[in-house]
């Protein structure tokens, strides 16, 4: 495999390494992706932070395909690429993993330095008090509000991060769920569009980041600013970027190393090989 060894490379030609990752590492647990190879959008973008809180039939439709995708998300389990990944960090090789995703899965293979740049899908947040609780907590309450919809969930379609296509389904009476201890809005801890990353997450990765000898993306398109700044400050410190994912990135121009091949892959056999 070419790719994995010029892979193994330049990882063993730079030993302290900032990883970001994006969706195309966990679509081989099952997880779609957002964009297609040339960086479109697959299906609609997904809802923005403005429309969930203003709206209440967008906020039932959200809701209502969350209840039919999540138990997919809850059900996967890491592959290749974030075994590798941990693997690469046991052998102290990385200074921080960020990761665009938000499901969990690099914490499940054993990665402990991660920072979920756009949160975790499996915690929910309420809008009004501010109070935590499970993903799965949330789906039992959505299950009892909304008994008739068992075949929503065994028709629909999986979208990426815990969503599903619903978009033949009348979703406006679909019952969202409330907070238990305010009754207020209860929305997923994650960064919707139309919402910033927090500062303090920013600032986590910009210093690991200043700590690196060498920025590697894996499984991203870059599209979204909010991991395309860390690209953009790779090179404005000089310091060398390589690209691993299939397709087109926003970074290209940038990379000193791009390799359109398998995250899984070409990861498992380049840091096999650097072991």
């Not at 994650?190 to 920025?215: I, T």
């Not at 404005?236 to 691993?244: N, Q, R, V, Y």
């Amino acid at each position: 495999m070419p790719d994995a060894r010029a892979l193994a490379d330049w990882l063993h030609a730079h030993p302290r390494v900032f990883v970001l990752t994006g969706a195309g590492c966990s679509t081989a647990s099952g997880i779609p992706d957002y964009r297609d190879r040339d960086g479109g959008w697959k299906r609609k973008p997904p809802v923005t932070y403005q429309a969930f809180v203003q709206d209440p039939a967008t906020r039932a439709r959200y809701w209502a395909r969350s209840h039919a995708g999540w138990p997919m998300v809850a059900r996967a389990q890491p592959n290749a690429a974030h075994r590798a990944l941990a693997d690469l960090e046991a052998c102290g090789r990385t200074t921080m993993l960020v990761t665009q995703n938000v499901d969990g899965l690099h914490q499940r293979a054993g990665t402990r330095d991660v920072l979920d740049l756009h949160g975790r899908i499996d915690a929910v947040r309420c809008l009004g008090c501010g109070a935590r609780t499970s993903r799965d907590a949330v789906q039992a309450q959505l299950v009892e509000r909304n008994p008739d919809w068992s075949h929503a969930v065994d028709d629909a379609a999986i979208a990426p991060d815990g969503d599903a296509e619903l978009d033949a389904i009348d979703t406006r009476d679909f019952q969202a769920p409330r907070c238990d201890a305010c009754d207020g809005l209860l929305k997923p801890d994650v960064v919707f569009f139309g919402e910033n990353v927090p500062r303090e997450r920013v600032f986590a990765a910009q210093a690991a980041l200043q700590s690196a000898d060498a920025m590697l993306v894996a499984g991203s398109s870059l599209m979204v600013y909010s991991g395309y700044r860390f690209a953009l400050l790779a090179r404005e410190a000089g310091l060398p970027l390589a690209i691993l994912t299939n397709g087109t990135t926003r970074a290209d121009a940038l990379a000193t190393l791009k390799l359109e091949a398998d995250c899984g892959n070409t990861l498992e056999t380049a840091v096999s090989a650097l072991a």
